[in-house]
């Protein structure tokens, strides 16, 4: 199973929440208006973004503006920032040490919120995720 299939299939245990599989093509479409929250996977930024073209990427942006959410999982981060071309612009972060995306992976311990814990469905206040050559972000 790909890992997006892992992660739909992972969303779709949960009774509060309706999970969708949409496009660019969709996206461009106005599909967004239906959702209030979109998710990018990993992959590669850049071609999630051609995928998107500047329509489908103004879309996204109109649905953060109007109060949306929008997880970037690895690529899905790049999307977010503001550092490249096609990027969305509405994360207002830098990706350091761009030469050198190829990092790695690895387990990392992270902290979450209370909120955090309750979205995911955390048992605990730390939790170990998997790292695979996500990007590092600093503010602008």
């Known amino acids: 199973m790909d890992k997006v299939a892992g992660l739909v299939e992972l969303l779709q ?13 969709d996206i461009r479409a106005g ?11 990993g992959g590669s930024g850049s071609k999630e ?3 998107l073209e500047e329509s489908g990427r103004q879309e996204v942006r109109t649905l953060v503006d109007r109060g949306g959410g929008y997880l970037g999982i690895c690529a899905g981060a790049y999307l977010a920032s503001a550092d490249y071309d096609w990027s969305l612009h509405i994360l207002d972060a830098k990706v350091l040490d761009r030469a050198h995306w190829a990092r790695g992976n690895g387990d990392v311990e992270v902290n979450l919120t209370t909120s955090g814990q309750s979205l995911l469905g955390a048992k605990s206040d730390r939790e170990t995720i998997l790292y695979w050559q996500g990007p590092l972000l600093c503010g602008r």
């Open 13 to 25: 245990t949960r009774s509060d929440i309706s999970v969708t599989k949409v496009t660019g093509q």
């Open 31 to 41: 599909q967004l208006n239906n959702f209030d929250v979109v998710l990018f996977p």
């Open 49 to 51: 973004a051609a995928a």
